[in-house]
Nanobody
């Protein structure tokens, strides 16, 4: 399984970006997914997660109401819509996928088995 993240870039505070994570090697309609981020000099942290069918989502408190995680099964792609971006959202963003069918949401990195390569998001003030 390979995950290819894209969509990062430079945006002004208050702007929006949509990150994509395309999966190959497996149809992931039955697997939970998540997004994490790592800012310079900091540890990787949880951002958002979605259970296998989308009925349950979890968000980091600081992104609630601004970010939305979604999935398009037909395109085998995970998305992270990010609105009202703030300078503190600046980080490399990673998508992740669990290797367990009908899996639930997870907020810990060790729960995920497959990772994308990361895409850089820079928010200027």
């Amino acid at each position: 399984v390979q995950l290819q993240a894209s969509g990062g870039g430079l945006v002004q505070a208050g702007g929006s970006l949509r990150l994509s994570c395309a999966a190959s090697g497996r149809t992931f309609s039955a697997y939970a997914s998540g997004w994490f981020r790592q800012a310079p000099g900091k540890e990787r942290e949880f951002v958002a997660a979605r259970n296998w069918n989308g009925f349950s989502t979890v968000y980091k408190d600081s992104v609630k109401g601004r970010f939305i995680i979604s999935k398009d099964n037909a395109k085998n792609t995970i998305y992270l819509q990010m609105d009202s971006l703030k300078p503190e959202d600046t980080a490399v963003y990673y998508c992740a996928l669990k290797d367990l069918r009908f899996s639930q949401t997870g907020t810990r990195a060790e729960e995920y088995d497959y990772w994308g390569q990361g895409t850089l998001v820079t928010v200027s003030s």
